[in-house]
């Protein structure tokens, strides 16, 4: 088992998504319980589901500077970095701690990819169009590098792009950059958005629901795709003695199949095991736990036997997907944010879309939306190829 | 400080000219010749001759590499922690998925799809080894390998433990080739753990550079190699650890972000 570690602050995080533009309009949508879905209006061609699509993308173009990358892709990051301040934050934090003292670790799934399919789709005699020759457009790296860009940071820099758990082990990424001294901040997050290879990649593997997703309900039938950008400072606890804190961080590997999970939820296991035990903390400390809740009925069934095996009836746990759509790579990030508002804001949002819980799901399960004030809060991520994280979130006086 | 020491437990090589390490040292110390016209395929003994057939390229060329480097530590690939890092993952397969969802986004296969995600070659390792440690799937483009590099040596730090990284890249296919100018495979791997005075290996001690540019590879064949595949931007590095004397490298990690390496081989 790993060894305590120290709480890192978050001194600054922001989220865009379908459900909201900025912490305060998704902490709103939650509480309303008014979700971002929508019938999809984005594929190159109909299929029939439901999305969680960024409003006015398209009209968020990147900074000039950034002009050749410009992709839906970095336009949601830039449109991300610019809400609840924390461009400014961000840039901050640069200035105060130096350029090659701040590290940006990203996740993604898909990235740019979708300027690559739209390359093909106007291809001239076979060959991409002068407007895509541009190598950073087709690369999953093309995230981390305009962001990397954008903030002028000279430190260390990755993509981590292990599908669904992406934006969370970035966390884990960024902590041990910080603790082992190669960095005195970082901004870590993700972004994905929407594009045909998730949309119909999960339609071919029968993974996509007709109506929008419905999380741990007995009659759920997949997943509703959806898009999103946040990000979030990382600095030593001293520097914001107010602020949330990561408590802790788990990785593991499921060794047991490319799109299914392990049937006992192995990897998930030792993903909060570690957790758990980084943050000094034992499983009924824990008071909310943001699922991965896809609800794919492999997900949902595995990760349900799993929370009702390890905590006690008191500890409360949600699906958010119904509010989101699954983002995929940006899940991580967008999955931290609620756990953070639900530690600052003192609520715990329900599983919107569920209304006849499987008789698989513990005492756990919220349904509906809670008025608590959790102070450890666990978020689970969990991505094709069996790659696990786990993350621990405490309130400023709880760590 | 910052200086991170590790001990290099194992080693595994594959691209043009480079066969498996023990084949490639004298190539990277400029005792035998380097015939980059040809690549033998990667037929790593981990997957089973099915899996080897239908495993995407880069699937074949990170095995290849992590395999002989696990070997070469007399490790249980198993045991260890993976880091994969890759500038662009599997070419042939984002060709595949953009040219069939340009004309028949309905008949996609879901397998090429799982196997589109960039950590499928470390999700195959994994599965493969038996592997339930962290693995994870790194890219920083023409950074990625000073990127890995890096993590894994944290990683280390972190667990106190071996850790296994490997970065490969494969050719480009079809209008890919515009933007990536990839064409052939290649991949390294390492084995590095927290340094044991005791132990056998080379040791690498990185400490962070600003501002400083990669050392150049020495040799023609590394410098036309590295233009053929953004892995080969490791070429400096290997030459170092195939060498007979200590040396300094320096490895791009990011954008004005290099790291100093000092090898003692």
Redesign the interface.
Known sequence: MPQRQSPLAISAYTVTCAAGRGVDALAAALAARRSGLAPNDFSSVPLACHVGRVAGVEDTPVPAAQAAWDCRNNRLAWLGLSQDGFLDAALALVARYGASRVAVVLGTSTASIGATEEAYRTLEDGRFAARFHEPLLHTPHSLAAFVQAVLGTRGPVATVATACSSSAKVFAQAERLIRLGWADAAVVGGVDTLCDSVLFGFNALQLVSPDPCRPFDAARRGISIGEAAGFALLERGDAAPGAPRLAGWGESSDAHHMSSPHPEGLGARLAIADALARAGLTADAVDYINLHGTATPANDAVEAATIAALFPATTRASSTKGWTGHTLGAAGIVEAVICLIALERGFVPGTLNCVDPDPVCGPQLAVANEARAPRIALSNSFGFGGSNAALLFAHAGAA | ??A?AVRVAGIGLWGPALAGWPASVAVLRGEAPADLSTTQKPSPPLLPPAERRRAPETVLFAAQAAVEACAAAGLSP?ELP?VFGS???DIAI?DY???T??TA??E???TK????????A???W??A?????????????T??VG?SL??AA??A???QAPVLVAVYDSAAVG??A???HHDCGFAFALVVDVDDPAAPGPRLVLE?L??AGATEPDAAWARELRERNSSAIALPLLAALAGTTERRVRVA?????VLDVTVRP
């Open positions: 400080m910052s991170l198993g993976a500038a662009q993952g984002t998925m953009c040219a969802l340009a986004p309905f996609l296969s879901p799809f799982h196997n589109s995600v960039h950590n499928a470390v999700g195959y994994t599965i080894t038996g592997c339930r440690a962290a693995s994870t799937a790194l890219s920083a483009w950074d990625t990127a890096l993590e944290i990683q730090h972190d667990t209008p890919m515009d933007p990536i962070p600003d501002g990690a990011g954008p004005g972000f």
